[in-house]
C-alpha cells in the first residue's frame, strides 16, 4: 500500500524560522561570510529554507565561545548533582516538545511520524539517563596499607567537537550532547547538512533548563568546510563523530596533528543469523523491522539476512510476501512505515544499488520506486535472494530499505558468512539452542549482539563497533570516560 502525501502547503509545519543559523554564545548568529546552503524537503526536493554554511572562522568563534565558558566556569565545576538538575530539565523540555519535534523532524528527514516521535523519546531519555549517571558516579581509590592512598581525580576533557550524521539526526545528537554535558565538557556540534532542522531546537530547550550561555555551541554547514575546521581546531580536545566509514578515516587522519581523543560510530552492513530452530514468526516480524524501520537509514540495520538451509525458501516466501504489505509514503501519515529517503543524492544511490541488486541476486519484493508515488525519495522495500557473499550488495552498506538474504547450511559457514564484510557493528541471532546462541554471538566479530531479540538498547552497555564500524566504544560511564581525564593522585602515609 502507498499514501500519497499531502500538498507542499499543508506538509510544511507552521513557525519555521526564517533561515537556520549558527548558536554561538548564546546568540543566533549567520555566517561571517554570509554563506548560506539549501536545505530540501525529501517530499518534494524543493528546497524550503536556507542555513548559514559555517567556515572555519565561524568555528573560530565557536570554539572560542566554548573555551571561555569552560575556563571561566561555572559549567565544569558545578556539583554533578547541578549539573544532573539542568540535564534533567532539558529532558523534561524534549519531552514535552516531542510531537513538535517529530513533526519537524519527520517534515527534514522525511522518517515515519511514529518513529520520529519515537526518536524524540529517546532524546529525552539520554539526557534523563547520564543526569543520573553522572550523579551516582564513584572513582576508584586505592590503598598500600602503611605506604600509600592513591586515588583518581576526574575532570571534563574541555571543549568537545561533536559531529553527527542525518539519520534520527535530533536522536542522534543528544547521545553525544548528554555525556559531554554530564561530564562538564562544552561543546560545539556540526550537525549533518541534509538535516539541520531540528537541531535548530536545541538552543531554546538549553536556555530554558539553565544551561549557561556559551556551553553549548552550534555550527551548520558542510562537512568538508565546518566539519574539517572543528576536527583541525587546536583548541578542541576530542572529536565524537557519528557518520560513515570513509569520513571516520578522513577525520582520523586529520585529528593527528592536534593528538585528539576520537570515538567513532561508523557504518555497518549487520547479519542476522536465523537458525531452522528459531522462534520462525518472532524472527521474520524483527528482521523485517530491523531493516525496514527509520527508512532503512539505520546504522544498526540487519540488511544482510542468513537463513538456515531447511527454513529458507520459506521464509524467503513470507518475507517477501511481507515486505510487499510494508506501507510507503507519506511520511506524516501515521500509518506509513517507510517514508521518503533524506535526500536526491542518497535515493540515487540506494537505487543504483537496486540496479546492481538485480544481477547480483532475486529480486524478490519492490526493486525501485513504489507506485503510485511518482515524486520524491521513495523507494518500495525491496527484498535480494540468495545473494552471494562476493556480491556488493552483500559486502557495501546501502543505507535504506533494501535486504540480501542468503541460505547456509552449517553453523560454521553461518558464522563465516556473518563475519565475511569488513564492518562490525551488530549482529541479530535467532535460535532456541542456548549453547549455540551464546558460542555463536561469542565468535561474532561485531560490537553489540541481540539474542532472539529486537534492537532494544540497554543505555549501560557499550555501543559502539569493530573492524570498520568504530573506534572505542561510549555507553554508561564508557561515555564519561571518553569526556574526561582521569588523572592518579599519589598521597604517602
Ligand atoms: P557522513 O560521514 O557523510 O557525515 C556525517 C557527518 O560528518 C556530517 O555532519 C558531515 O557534514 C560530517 N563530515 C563529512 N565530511 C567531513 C569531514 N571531512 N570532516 C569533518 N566532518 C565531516 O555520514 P552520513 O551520510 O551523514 O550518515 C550516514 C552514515 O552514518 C552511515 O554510514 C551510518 O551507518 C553511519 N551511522 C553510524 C552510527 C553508529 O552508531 N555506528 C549511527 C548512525 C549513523
Known amino acids: 500500500m502507498t499514501i500519497a502525501p499531502a500538498s507542499r502547503a499543508e506538509r510544511t509545519p507552521e513557525n519555521l524560522p526564517d533561515r537556520i543559523r549558527h548558536v554561538i554564545g548564546g546568540e543566533s548568529v549567520d555566517s561571517l561570510s554570509g554563506r548560506t546552503f539549501e536545505v530540501l524537503d525529501p517530499v518534494s526536493n524543493e528546497p524550503y529554507l536556507r542555513a548559514a554554511a559555517g567556515q572555519a572562522d565561524d568555528v573560530d568563534r565557536a570554539v572560542a565561545a566554548a573555551r571561555v565558558a569552560f575556563d571561566e ?28 519535534l517529530a513533526e519537524l523532524e519527520t517534515f527534514d528527514t522525511g522518517l515515519p511520524i511514529t518513529q ?98 556559551g556551553v553549548f555551541n552550534l555550527v551548520h554547514g558542510l562537512g568538508e568546510e565546518a566539519g574539517d575546521a572543528l576536527v583541525k581546531h587546536p583548541d578542541v580536545r576530542l572529536i565524537s563523530f557519528t557518520g560513515e566509514s570513509r569520513t571516520g578515516e578522513i577525520i582520523f587522519a586529520n585529528a593527528a596533528p592536534t593528538l585528539k581523543g576520537l570515538s567513532m560510530e561508523l557504518g555497518g552492513k549487520s547479519p542476522a543469523v536465523v ?46 510476501a511481507r515486505a510487499t504489505r510494508v506501507v510507503v509514503g507519506d511520511p506524516r501519515d501515521p500509518r506509513t512505515e517507510v517514508g521518503a529517503l533524506v535526500h536526491p543524492e542518497h535515493y540515487e544511490k540506494v537505487m543504483g544499488y537496486i540496479e546492481l541488486g538485480k544481477s547480483e541476486g532475486r529480486l524478490v519484493a519492490g526493486g525501485g520506486r513504489p507506485d503510485g508515488l511518482e515524486t520524491g525519495n521513495y523507494v518500495a522495500p525491496t527484498v535480494f535472494a540468495d545473494v552471494k557473499p562476493e556480491a556488493r550488495i552483500f559486502q557495501e552498506e546501502i543505507f535504506g530499505p533494501v535486504v540480501a538474504l542468503t541460505p547456509f547450511d552449517t553453523e560454521e559457514e553461518a558464522l563465516a558468512l556473518a563475519n565475511g564484510v569488513r564492518y562490525g557493528l551488530a549482529a541479530y541471532l535467532w535460535t532456541r539452542d542456548l549453547e549455540r546462541a551464546h558460542t555463536f554471538a561469542q565468535s561474532l566479530d561485531c560490537g553489540m549482539v541481540w539474542l532472539n531479540s529486537h534492537n532494544v538498547r540497554d543505555l549501560r552497555t557499550p555501543f559502539g563497533g569493530v573492524k570498520a564500524s568504530g573506534l572505542g566504544q561510549e555507553g554508561g560511564y564508557r561515555s564519561l570516560d571518553f569526556y574526561t581525564d582521569q588523572q592518579a593522585v599519589h598521597i604517602s602515609l
Open 116 to 213: 520520529a516521535l519515537g526518536q524524540a523519546q529517546r532524546a529525552a531519555e539520554n539526557f534523563r539517563f547520564f543526569a543520573d549517571l553522572i550523579v551516582a558516579q564513584s572513582d576508584d581509590t586505592y590503598k598500600v596499607p602503611g605506604r600509600q592512598v592513591n586515588y583518581v581525580n576526574r575532570k571534563p576533557k574541555g571543549v568537545a567537537g561533536l559531529i553527527t550524521p542525518w539519520n534520527t539526526p535530533f536522536m542522534l545528537e543528544s547521545w553525544k550532547l548528554a555525556p559531554a554535558l554530564a561530564s562538564g565538557c562544552t561543546v560545539v556540534l556540526k550537525p549533518a547538512e541534509f538535516t539541520p532542522l531540528s537541531a535548530s531546537l536545541w538552543a531554546d530547550i538549553f536556555r530554558e533548563a539553565g544551561l549557561p550561555d
Open 73 to 100: 566556569g561555572p559549567w565544569p565545576t558545578l556539583l554533578p548533582r547541578a549539573r544532573a538538575r539542568i540535564l534533567n530539565r532539558i529532558a523534561d523540555i524534549v519531552s514535552s516538545r516531542d510531537a513538535r
Open 275 to 320: 537458525f531452522a530452530d528459531a522462534d520462525l514468526d518472532a524472527a521474520l516480524d524483527s528482521t523485517l523491522f530491523g531493516v525496514f524501520s527509520l527508512n532503512g537509514e539505520r546504522c544498526t540495520a540487519g540488511s544482510r539476512i542468513l537463513v538456515e538451509r531447511p527454513v529458507y525458501d520459506r521464509f524467503v516466501e513470507r518475507y517477501a
